[in-house]
């Protein structure tokens, strides 16, 4: 199983980015985005899930981020919209079969892409 995430950069506080995750090896029961700031630990942002509950978002981003999942490709997306310099953050695309209660947990998935920067400035 490989995840490979694509689509960070630099843009202005107010921009949009998608970012791309690239799944291999076989399908999973749940797919989430993850980011760690500078010298912040890790912190979950938006998972799709198979369970009937349907996506989840943190707080902080609903309403401007959306994320989706292409299962012919087997590829995630993160929407991101209405960026904030507070979005400044390494994304990591992430694939597991975690139980309910893990979804937005990070120990819940078994598979980690590399990692994308976005940087937001204002």
């Known amino acids: 199983v490989q995840l490979q995430a694509s689509g960070g950069g630099l843009v202005d506080a107010g921009d949009s980015l998608r970012l791309t995750c690239a799944v291999s090896?076989?399908?999973?029961?749940?797919y989430a985005w993850f980011r760690q700031a500078p010298g912040k630990e890790r912190e979950f942002v938006a998972a799709v899930t198979a369970f009937s509950s349907g996506n989840r978002y943190t707080d902080s981003v609903k309403g401007r981020f959306t994320i989706s999942r292409d299962r012919a490709k087997n590829t995630l997306y993160l929407q991101m919209n209405s960026l904030k310099p507070e979005d400044t953050a390494v994304y990591y695309c992430?694939?597991?079969?975690?139980?309910?209660?893990?979804?937005?947990?990070?120990?819940?998935?078994?598979?980690w892409g590399q990692g994308t920067l976005v940087t937001v400035s204002s």
């Open positions: 992430a694939a597991g079969d975690p139980i309910i209660t893990y979804v937005s947990a990070s120990e819940g998935y078994k598979y």
């Open positions: 090896g076989r399908s999973f029961r749940s």
